[in-house]
C-alpha cells in the first residue's frame, strides 16, 4: 500500500452476501444432544444447528421442538455443569459450542437415573467426576469431596467399578469451594533454588 491510502478491515460476510468463506457453515454448528428418559437405553440423540449468536433458552427451545419435552421437565448440562436459569442469557459463542460437541441432557418426565452421578450446588447440579485410584493416592482429600465420583476395584484385574452415589447428594446443597492443586514440584523447585 501507498501512502495516505487505508487498508479496508476484513469483515465477517453478512447474511445477504453471495459468497461465504468455506470456514463459515451458514447453517450453524451442528451440536449433538444425548437425551436420557429414566431407565430407558439407549437415550435419544438428537442434532441441532445454532448460531453463535443463540443463548442457551435458544438451545432448550430447539430441543424442545425437536423432542416434544415441555422446557420445564428439560435439564441439559454442559461441561458438567447444569445450564438452568443463571446460563438462560449465554450464548453459543461464550459457552465454546462448536460442531462436534455434545451436548448432555434428562428428560424429567420420568424420575431420572443420573449417571454420572450429579451434585447439588448452590448454582445447580454438577456431574461428579470418576477419579481413578492413583489420583485418589496423589490427593487423599478429593475421597470426601462430594464431587469426586471414586472408583474401586473391579472383579478383574485393572478394572475399577464406580461407587453407589449417596442419595442425599441430591438434595443437599453445600457451598462450592475452590481449592489450589498441591505443589508437585515444590521438592524440586527447592532443590534448584
Not at 11 to 39: C, F, S, T, W
Not at 142 to 151: G, M, N, S
Request: hydrophobic content about 35%; cysteine-free.
Amino acid at each position: 500500500l501507498g501512502e495516505g491510502t487505508r487498508e479496508t478491515p476484513r469483515r465477517m460476510p453478512d447474511a445477504k452476501d453471495d459468497v461465504l468463506p468455506e470456514y463459515i457453515n451458514p447453517l450453524g454448528h451442528q451440536v449433538y444432544v444425548e437425551l436420557k428418559k429414566g431407565q430407558e437405553w439407549p437415550p435419544l440423540k438428537i442434532d441441532l444447528r445454532l448460531k453463535n449468536e443463540e443463548t442457551v433458552t435458544d438451545i432448550k427451545r430447539k430441543v424442545v421442538q425437536k423432542v416434544g419435552v415441555p422446557a420445564e421437565k428439560l435439564q441439559l448440562f454442559w461441561k458438567r455443569k447444569e445450564l438452568n436459569d443463571l446460563w438462560k442469557d449465554i450464548t453459543v459463542y461464550q459457552l465454546k459450542l462448536y460442531s462436534g460437541v455434545k451436548i448432555t441432557g434428562y428428560d424429567l418426565t420420568e424420575t431420572p437415573d443420573y449417571w454420572p452421578p450429579v451434585q447439588l450446588t448452590p448454582k445447580g447440579l454438577i456431574i461428579k467426576e470418576p477419579a481413578d485410584p492413583e489420583y485418589l493416592d496423589r490427593h487423599p482429600d478429593a475421597k470426601d469431596d462430594p464431587e469426586v465420583l471414586t472408583l474401586v476395584p473391579g472383579p478383574e484385574k485393572h478394572t475399577h467399578m464406580p461407587v453407589k452415589q449417596d442419595p442425599k447428594a441430591l438434595t443437599v446443597a453445600r457451598e462450592l469451594v475452590v481449592r489450589e492443586p498441591p505443589d508437585d514440584f515444590a521438592e524440586i523447585r527447592a532443590a534448584l533454588k
